[in-house]
Nanobody, 118 residues
Framework: QVQLVESGGGLVQAGGPLRLSCAAS????????WAWYRQTPGKQRELVAS???????NYVDFAKGQFTISRDNAKNTVYLQMNSLKPEDTAVYYC????????????WGQGTQVTVSS
């Protein structure tokens, strides 16, 4: 089992930054990919960015140049640095940890609300 706890969400003015944290515990050595997703009411949860064990990162188009995903292995924590926030970035942000083998397993945090005011 893997437990994920997000923090760092809140209310921020448009143009401002915010850093989300995801503290992991449990069987984290089995995790292959860490990611951040977000979800707004009435819409499907969508990928924002991911980082693999090798450190390679992947960003969806809207996140490129604005968001940065990183890991601190010593602290078992994954971060999402968000800059130049826009009202449309308002969402609940979820941390995800994925095991690829032998069985695909996804773990989710409880989510943290990010609200960007105009």
């Amino acid at each position: 089992q893997v437990q994920l706890v997000e923090s760092g969400g809140g209310l921020v003015q448009a143009g401002g930054p915010l850093r989300l944290s995801c503290a992991a515990s449990g069987s984290i050595l089995r995790i292959n990919v860490w990611a951040w997703y977000r979800q707004t009411p009435g819409k499907q949860r969508e990928l924002v960015a991911s980082i693999g064990n090798s450190g390679g990162t992947n960003y969806v188009d809207f996140a490129k140049g604005q968001f940065t995903i990183s890991r601190d292995n010593a602290k078992n924590t994954v971060y999402l640095q968000m800059n130049s926030l826009k009202p449309e970035d308002t969402a609940v942000y979820y941390c995800n940890a994925r095991i690829n083998w032998p069985t695909l397993i996804n773990y989710w945090g409880q989510g943290t609300q990010v609200t960007v005011s105009s």
